[in-house]
């Protein structure tokens, strides 16, 4: 059985999106008004170029080098342009969240 997992896509038109969907499965989307097409694939190598690419873009996406499993990556186009942008299962990206942002008080 082929489980859907939740992935953020970082950079999509500027921005993070949270697609559900399989590993290689393609699906379509619009993404406030950019329309998205593409799948999520396991590529490690792609994932660096990805990284590496949308920092010089936009500076606010640093935070992919706290990106943990770094394996993921978007193939697709968005509004018709081709592009390769890192993605995190929403999983990592909540624990990640959740270790370095969150403070538990214990009384």
Known sequence: MVVA????????????MIVETEIGK????????SEVVGSIEVNEAEFEMAAERLKSR???F????????RKFVFQGTVDGRRETLPAEPLEAFTKR????HVVVLKG
Not at 26 to 33: H, K, L, N, S, T
Not at 62 to 69: I, M, S, T, Y
Not at 97 to 100: A, L, M, Q, S, T
């Open 97 to 100: 969240f959740v270790e370095n």
């Open 5 to 16: 997992l939740e992935f953020i896509v970082y950079g999509i038109a500027g921005k993070s």
């Open 58 to 60: 936009y500076e606010e």
């Open 26 to 33: 393609e699906f379509r989307m619009d993404f406030e008004g």
């Open 62 to 69: 640093r935070v992919v080098d706290d990106v943990a499993l």
